[in-house]
């Protein structure tokens, strides 16, 4: 166990919905980062928040988006699904985000679009 | 997105024999990582690696950073069947938060 929770763990749903995925990070972590892990691909860097603020974004599409709140725990919102999005979303957490920090992640968050 | 050039993509072993994988890539990393993933979870930390040329064990894991800085290699000794899953390799450059991650290597040990 990382630590680091993530709910729902599965998640169904149409395409054209919109869909919030939450992530709590291990106690004392102030980074959250999310991925995106499509069939038999590897992991794709998303966002990366800090304390509360954005620091990186990668490939995150327009209809995706993220925030970080003072507790710390952090939300991925998908909207405008398409079939395309159905993958394993990865939140992953650290103590800083910067050089030499452990990124540990949580179990995930399976996404299916019908 | 960017990923490193992970090999082999698959192995399939008998058990007790030993496995070597490697990561390359093309920029020149600080930190390599070295994570399992089993089906359904999350990838799990396996060993960090934060000098060029430095080796480090996890029981029967070990990983080496290479000296170029643009590579690393993990050897698992005796494999047994608990080792099975998808290794990944992820590497990060100096002043950049962001980690690339490989393409995985799945690993499957035949009875």
């Known amino acids: 166990d990382s630590g680091v929770t993530q709910t729902p763990k599965h998640l169904i749903t149409a395409t054209g919905q919109r869909v919030t995925l939450r992530c709590s990070p291990r106690?004392?972590?102030?980074?959250v980062y999310w991925y995106q892990q499509s069939l038999d691909q590897g992991l794709q860097f998303l966002i990366h928040?800090?304390?509360?603020?954005?620091?990186a974004k990668g490939n995150i599409l327009e209809r995706f988006s993220a925030q970080q709140f003072p507790d710390l725990h952090s939300e991925l919102n998908l909207s405008s699904l398409e079939l395309g999005d159905s993958a394993l979303y990865f939140c992953?957490?650290?103590?800083?985000?910067?050089?030499?920090?452990?990124?540990?992640f949580g179990p995930g968050t399976r996404l299916t679009v019908l | 997105g960017q990923q490193l050039n992970q090999s082999p993509q698959s192995m399939f072993i008998q058990e007790g024999e030993d496995v070597s994988m490697n990561c390359t890539s093309s920029?020149?990393?600080?930190?390599w990582l070295w994570y399992k993933q089993e089906p359904g979870e999350g990838p799990v930390l396996l060993i960090a690696?934060?000098?060029?040329?430095e080796l480090t064990s996890n029981g029967r894991l070990t990983a080496q950073f290479g000296i170029t800085r643009k590579d690393s290699f993990l050897n698992i000794s005796a494999s047994i069947p608990s080792d099975v899953g998808i290794y990944f390799c992820?590497?990060?450059?100096?002043?950049?938060?962001?980690?690339?991650f490989g393409t995985g290597t799945r690993l499957t040990i035949i009875p």
């Open positions: 992953a957490s650290s103590v800083t985000g910067t050089d030499g920090d452990t990124q540990y």
């Open positions: 690696l934060y000098k060029a040329g």
């Open positions: 106690s004392g972590d102030l980074s």
């Open positions: 928040y800090y304390n509360g603020e954005e620091r």
């Open positions: 992820a590497g990060r450059a100096f002043g950049n938060e962001k980690l690339t």
């Open positions: 920029s020149i990393f600080n930190t």
